[in-house]
Each structure stands twice: as C-alpha cells, then as structure tokens.
C-alpha cells in the first residue's frame, strides 16, 4: 500500500465497571451495559454510513477484551466485516489497582510519570511502546486502506500520540467518550 492508512477507533460502549466507577484496565471479563451497548450500537451505524458512502473501514479489529470485544460484535453486523482480536489494542493495565474505585486512586497513582506503573501493570510507556508496534505492523501489512479498530481509552490516546510523533509524555489528556468513532491517518 503506498497511500495514507485510515484508522477508525471505536472506544468501547460503557462497560459495568465504567458504570460503577471502577478501574478496570486489563480485567477482561467486564460486559457492557444496556447504556453501552446503545452507545455500542450508535458507533457501529457510524461505520455502517460511511461503508455506504465509500468512506468505511475494509477491515475490523478488536481488543480481546470483553466490554471492546461486544462493540465490536456491533460493528461486524451493521458492517458485514468480519472481527478479528489482538490482545495489542487492549487498555493500560493497572495490576493490583484494577477493580479498585478509581476515585481512591488519585492520591495513589503518579499520572505524571509516564514509567510508572502499578504493580503487576503496565506504565504509559509500555503502553505507547505497544502501540505503536502494533500501528507499525498494520501500517506495514495493512489489511485495508481504512481499518476500524475498536479498544479503549488510554489505547486511542496512545495511537494519537503515535500518529503525532508525540512520547508517551505527552498523551491527549482528553479521553474520547465511550461508543465514539476516532479518525487517525497514518501517512
């Protein structure tokens, strides 16, 4: 593929955890709400108008998460693609803070540092490291000249900040809302 790559990242619907204000980083059995699976829905008609409009993605791949895993079911019917899962889009991991309310973990947690890390997680470093692996060898093989690409919070700042040329220092610190589309172009 010589020309530009289209990334279309879809964050996940709101999971139950999202709901209950949980830390859920890697925790991979978390399902979406009925709230999510509406917001789930409304991303996948987003994708759907574009395919009809000549704009949509020709491939599809999810998080190996659950609550990215059930949004992306959404996608594959109301695009006819099919779903492929890599454990390369999943969220930040956050180790032994996961479950844990995240209004208790901001005395706890150093969001400054991009090497910190919980125990057992992974830092903003090793986040980004990751994703832009990934990115690299999409854009390398890329399956389709638009891929959409559904996953998490802290996964979509990360390939902004990719795409961008930008360190795992200087992530977006707004985090696209959950059932949203996010258009990337890898040149």
Known sequence: MTGPLTLLLVRHGQSEWNAAGLMQGQTAHVPLTE???????????????????GAGPGALVSSDLLRAVQTAEHCAAATGLTL?????????????????????LWDLVDWTDPHWSAEGGESLAALHARVAGYLQGLRADPPADVVALVTHGDTIRAAQAVVAGLGPDQLPGVTPHNGTVTRLVLP
């Open 84 to 104: 492929s899962t890599t454990p390369a889009l999943r969220e930040q991991g956050y180790g032994v803070l996961e479950g844990r309310p995240s209004r208790e």
């Open 35 to 53: 709230l999510g699976h509406c917001q789930a829905a409304q991303a996948a008609a987003e994708l759907a108008a574009l395919t009809r409009n």
